[in-house]
C-alpha cells in the first residue's frame, strides 16, 4: 500500500505517472472543502473504493499519509508530537504518525493542507487499532463514522452467510450513509463500472506479481512490489487512471522479462539474482532506501511477497465482479490478506516458497504492530517445516526512525543469506558475499 | 607450514585463533576491541602468532621432555617471563611516546618539565611493579597491557599530579594520544627477540639446566624457524566490515559460532552465545549448519556488557562478579535486563539491605532470562547444547542456565568449553581452512 516518490533513479513511464496520480489525488483532498466536495478517510485493507467513487467523495487513507511522511523522514516528530499528547511507546506508530501530523496542522506529505474529513469509514475490523484510532481521530473532528464489520475467516473460508451479513451492511448501513453524508444518489450501474476498471488492473497487476517466477525475476516483489501496488490498493482502484498505469506497468515488465532482465533498484538493474526470497511483513519506510539496498547489494531479490496483498488478494483468481458488485466487495473485504487465518497464511507463504522457487522465507516483524506480529514466529516454524528452506525474522517499525538498528538487521540478513549458502553445500568460491 | 586464521571481532574484545592444514588449533590470542578495530585485528592476530610459537617450542622440546624436571612448569615460566618482558618492552615504548606527545609546543616550557617528572615518576613505578604483576600465581583485573598499564597510569598519575600540582587530565591526555600508537607497535620479530631473551632469563634461574642450555636454545629456534605460511583469513563479528579483507574473506558470526561449537562439540544441536553486544540463540544440524537463529533485538539488555557495567558500578573487575555471586545466600528476584536501570536497581536494593552477593545472583540470573526467550524464539534446546561467548566464563553465569534449562527441558548435557571465547574465531578460521579446500 504505497505511493511513494519514486526513487531517482527509476525513471519508468509508469512510475511518472504514479507520481503525477499521487501528487493529484493530494490536491484534491486539499481542494475538496473549497469544491464542496465531501471528503472520507479509510483504510487500506478492505477498501472499497470503487463504492466510494459512487458518492463524489474524496479518498484519504490515513496509512498512506504516515507513510508518504515516513519516507519523507517527517514522522520522527511527528510521532514524539503524539507522545507528548499521551500516546505511549508502544501504540502503533501509524496512528502516532498521523496524529502528530494532525496536531502539526494536519499538513501532507506533499505540503499541501489535508481536509477535515466528513465520514470516517472503517470497512476493515481486522486489525483492532484501526477502530481505536479512528475514534481517536473522531474525536478531534467530531464527524460522522460508519463502520462495515467483515467476520474474520477464523476457519480458512469465506462461506454464504459471511458474505450475506457484508451485504447487508453495505445495503443498509454503509450505502445509506454515504448517500446521507455526500448527498449524492446511490447508482449500482456506476459501481459495476468501476468495477470493470478495477478488475482489467488486477489481473494486469497479477500479471506482473506472477513473472517473479522466473529466472531471473524482471520485478523485486517487495521493494519494486510497493510501488506496484500503489494505486490499486489507494484511492484509484476502479479508476481509468489506475488500468492505464496497469497496462503501462504490464509492457514494462513484459520487455524487461523479454530480455532477461533483473529487477530495477535504485542503483540500477540488479543483475546478479543469488538469492530469492518470499517476505512477510511490511517493509520500514523511514529507511526504505537504506533497508532496500541491504537485500539488492547481496544479489537477494524478493519474489513473492504478502504485504503485497493487504489491500487484496488477487493471485488467485478473486477479481472485483460487475455482475455481482456487492457479493464481489464483500468477497474481496473478506479475503484481504490480513483477514486470513494463521493455517491459511502458513499455507500461502509455503506455497508461494514453493512456486516461486524460493529459497526461503523472511519475516520482517513489525514492532509496534501488535495485530499482525503475533503468530508471526509460529509461520516462520510452519513454513520452514513445510518446505524445508530455512527462514529468518528480523524487526523493524513502520514509520518510527528510532526502531530501525541497519547494524542490527543487516548483520542477520547477511547471516541469513550465508545460512541459506551453507545449506546449499555452497563456500567461499561461490562468491557469495558476507 | 600453512596456517589458517580466524579473527572475530567482537564489541568488548577480538578474538584470533589459527589452525594448521590438520586443522589442529595451533594458537589463540585476544585483545580488547577498543575503538579501532584494525588495531585490535593485527595486535590479537600477534597474540595467536605468540600463543602459536609458545606450542611450537613445547611440540619442540617434548622429545626433549626428560632435560625437565616439569616441562609444563618450565613453559608456564617461560611464557610468564616472555609475557613480563613483552609488558617492560611496551612500558619503554609507551614511556617514549608519552614524552614524546608531552613535548610538543601544545604545552607551555614550566609545564613541560613538570610533565616530564612526573611521566618518570609513573613510569618508574609501574616498572618496579611489574615483576609482581607476572609472578606465579599472580592475578591481573585484565591481561591486556592497555588494562594493566592504563589502569596503574591513572591511579599513580593522579597522586603525581596532585603533588606536582599538574592538571590530572593534561597527564590523562598525553596517554589516550600514546596508548594508540604503542599498541600498533608490536611485532613478530619483537617477538622472537623476547621470547629469547625470556628464554636466557629462565635459564639463568634454572642452574640445573645450564649443562643443557645449548640444545634448549637450539630447539627453541628451530620453532622460531618453523616459516608461518598465512595462507587464508576469514574475519567476523560486528567489525568485519572494517577487517581491510575482501567480502570473501567475511562471514557472519552466527554461521562461524554455529561451526565453532560444532567443531568443539560435534554433537552440539543448540548454541547460546552471549557476547558483548548481543546474545545469540543458534540451531545448527548435525554436520554444523545453521538451521536457524535469533539475535537480541530491541536493545542490548541482557548482554555481556550489561556485567561490565555492573562490575563498573560496583566498582569491581568484570571476571570478580562471577565468584562474587557465586556467595549468594539467597534468591533476589529481578526482572528488569536494561542496562541503564541496572546502576539504579543495584542501589535500590542495597538501600534495601540486600546483600550485594545476592543482588548479583539475581543480575546474573536475569541476564539468562533473556537469553532463555531467544532460545525458545530460535527453536528451543535440543541436546547438546554448547553456549560460547564471554559470559560462559562466568560461573555465576553458567549456574543459572543450567538451573533454567533443568526446570525447562529437562536432563540435557551442556557443554563449556574453557576456550569458548574462541568459538567464533574457530568457526572462523575452519570456514578459512574450507575455503582453502574449495580453491585446491
Request: hydrophobic residues 35%.
Amino acid at each position: 500500500m504505497s505511493q511513494m516518490t519514486p526513487p531517482d533513479a527509476i525513471k519508468e513511464d509508469s512510475m511518472e505517472k504514479q507520481k503525477q496520480m499521487i501528487s493529484a489525488n493530494f490536491h484534491e483532498l486539499a481542494q475538496a472543502p473549497q469544491q464542496g466536495r465531501k471528503v472520507v478517510s479509510t483504510f487500506v485493507p478492505g477498501n472499497i473504493n470503487e463504492l466510494l467513487m459512487c458518492f463524489d467523495m474524496a479518498r484519504n487513507l490515513p496509512e498512506i499519509n504516515a507513510l508518504q511522511n515516513g519516507m519523507r523522514k517527517k514522522t520522527g516528530r511527528m510521532i514524539m508530537e503524539a507522545e507528548r499528547s499521551g500516546h505511549s511507546e508502544d501504540v502503533c506508530t501509524y496512528v502516532k504518525a498521523d496524529l502528530g501530523m494532525m496536531a502539526q496542522g494536519n499538513i501532507g506529505p506533499t505540503g499541501e493542507t489535508l481536509p477535515k474529513p466528513d465520514l470516517l469509514l472503517l470497512s476493515y475490523t481486522g486489525c483492532f487499532t484501526f477502530m481505536k484510532w479512528f475514534e481517536l481521530v473522531r474525536e478531534q473532528y467530531d464527524c460522522e463514522t460508519s463502520m462495515l464489520h467483515i467476520p474474520y475467516q477464523g476457519d480458512g473460508t469465506i462461506n454464504e452467510n459471511m458474505r450475506d451479513y457484508v451485504v447487508k451492511q453495505l445495503r443498509e448501513e454503509v450505502i445509506p450513509t454515504l448517500e446521507r453524508v455526500s448527498g449524492v444518489k446511490f447508482d449500482i450501474d456506476r459501481l459495476r463500472e468501476y468495477m470493470r476498471e478495477s478488475a482489467k488492473s488486477e489481473e494486469d497487476l497479477v500479471w506482473v506479481l506472477q513473472t517473479a517466477k522466473n529466472r531471473p525475476s524482471p520485478i523485486d516483489a517487495y521493494f519494486g512490489g510497493v510501488y506496484y501496488i500503489g494505486p490499486i490498493f489507494t484511492a484509484f482502484r476502479g479508476t481509468e487512471d489506475a488500468s492505464e498505469y496497469y497496462r503501462t506497468l504490464r509492457s514494462e515488465i513484459a520487455e524487461r522479462l523479454e530480455k532477461g532482465e533483473g529487477p530495477i533498484t535504485p542503483d540500477g538493474e540488479m543483475k546478479d539474482e543469488k538469492y530469492r526470497l518470499v517476505v512477510e511483513g511490511p517493509p520500514n519506510w523511514t529507511s526504505f532506501r537504506e533497508f532496500w539496498k541491504m537485500f539488492y547489494e547481496e544479489g537477494a531479490v524478493v519474489v513473492a511477497s504478502t504485504y503485497t496483498k493487504v489491500g487484496g488478494v488477487y493471485d488467485f483468481g478473486f477479481r472485483h465482479d460487475p455482475d455481482h458488485p456487492l457479493e464481489s466487495m464483500a468477497d474481496y473485504c473478506l479475503g484481504c490478506y490480513t483477514n486470513l487465518n494463521l493455517p491459511s497464511r502458513a499455507e500461502m507463504l509455503s506455497n508461494y516458497v514453493e512456486d516461486y522457487q524460493a529459497d526461503g522465507l523472511l519475516i520482517n516483524s513489525i514492532k509496534s504492530c501488535n495485530s499482525f506480529s503475533a503468530g508471526q514466529l509460529l509461520l516462520l516454524r510452519e513454513v520452514e517445516k513445510r518446505t524445508g528452506k530455512p527462514g529468518a525474522f528480523i524487526e523493524t517499525d513502520l514509520v518510527d526512525p528510532r526502531y530501525f538498528s541497519g547494524a542490527n538487521v543487516k548483520n542477520r540478513l547477511e547471516s541469513y543469506f550465508q545460512m541459506i549458502n551453507q545449506k546449499r553445500g555452497g563456500g567461499f568460491s561461490e562468491g557469495v558475499a558476507a | 607450514m600453512k596456517c589458517f586464521v580466524g579473527i572475530d571481532l567482537g564489541s568488548t574484545t577480538t578474538k584470533a585463533l589459527i589452525l594448521d592444514e590438520e586443522q589442529q588449533i595451533l594458537g589463540r590470542g585476544i585483545t580488547n576491541s577498543r575503538s579501532n578495530y584494525d588495531i585490535a585485528a593485527s595486535v590479537a592476530k600477534e597474540e595467536a602468532l605468540v600463543n602459536t610459537r609458545i606450542n611450537l617450542v613445547r611440540q619442540s622440546l617434548e622429545p626433549v621432555s626428560t632435560l625437565f624436571e616439569n616441562l609444563e612448569e618450565f613453559l608456564s615460566g617461560l611464557e610468564r617471563t616472555f609475557r613480563l618482558e613483552q609488558f617492560m618492552e611496551q612500558l619503554a615504548d609507551l614511556e617514549s611516546v608519552c614524552h614524546t606527545n608531552a613535548s610538543g609546543n601544545r604545552f607551555a616550557s614550566r609545564e613541560k618539565t613538570i610533565i616530564a617528572d612526573a611521566l618518570r615518576k609513573i613510569f618508574h613505578q609501574l616498572r618496579e611493579e611489574a615483576p609482581e604483576l607476572f609472578a606465579p600465581g599472580a592475578s591481573r583485573k585484565s591481561d591486556f597491557f592497555r588494562d594493566i598499564a592504563g589502569s596503574r597510569y591513572l591511579a599513580i598519575g593522579e597522586a603525581s599530579a596532585r603533588e606536582l600540582g599538574l592538571s590530572f587530565d593534561l597527564l590523562l591526555n598525553v596517554y589516550d594520544r600514546s596508548i594508540i600508537e604503542v599498541e600498533n607497535h608490536f611485532g613478530e620479530g619483537d617477538a622472537r627477540m623476547m621470547m629469547l631473551q625470556a628464554l636466557q632469563r629462565m635459564l639463568k634461574v634454572t642452574p640445573e639446566l645450564e649443562s643443557q642450555k645449548n640444545i634448549i636454545l637450539e630447539k627453541v629456534e628451530q620453532a622460531y624457524n618453523i616459516e608461518l605460511e598465512e595462507s587464508y583469513v576469514v574475519g567476523t563479528g560486528y567489525g568485519r566490515a572494517r577487517l581491510p579483507f575482501s567480502k570473501d574473506h567475511i562471514r557472519s558470526e552466527i554461521l562461524c559460532h554455529g561451526l565453532g561449537a560444532h567443531i568443539m562439540y560435534p554433537e552440539t544441536r543448540t548454541v547460546l552465545d552471549i557476547g558483548g553486544q548481543d546474545t545469540k540463540a543458534i540451531q545448527v544440524d548435525p554436520s554444523g549448519i545453521v538451521s536457524s537463529f535469533q539475535m537480541n533485538d530491541r536493545c542490548a539488555a541482557g548482554c555481556g556488557r550489561y556485567l561490565g557495567y555492573i562490575a563498573d558500578e560496583m566498582n569491581v573487575g568484570l571476571h570478580e562478579l562471577g565468584p562474587m555471586a557465586m556467595k549468594a545466600t539467597r534468591k533476589v528476584r529481578i526482572n528488569s535486563t536494561c542496562t541503564v536501570f541496572a546502576g539504579a536497581e543495584l542501589r535500590d536494593r542495597l538501600a534495601l539491605g540486600e546483600e550485594r552477593e545476592d543482588i548479583l545472583a539475581g543480575l546474573h540470573r536475569a541476564i539468562i532470562l533473556r537469553a532463555m526467550s531467544l532460545l525458545s524464539r530460535s527453536g528451543g534446546i535440543s541436546d547438546q547444547f554448547t553456549f560460547t561467548g564471554g559470559v560462559a566464563n562466568n560461573e555465576a553465569a553458567v549456574m543459572a542456565l543450567k538451573g533454567l534449562i533443568q526446570e525447562n527441558y529437562g536432563e540435557v548435557t551442556v557443554n563449556i568449553d574453557p576456550g569458548s571465547i574462541y568459538t567464533g574465531a574457530l568457526g572462523a578460521a575452519t570456514f578459512a581452512h574450507r575455503a582453502m579446500e574449495e580453491h585446491a
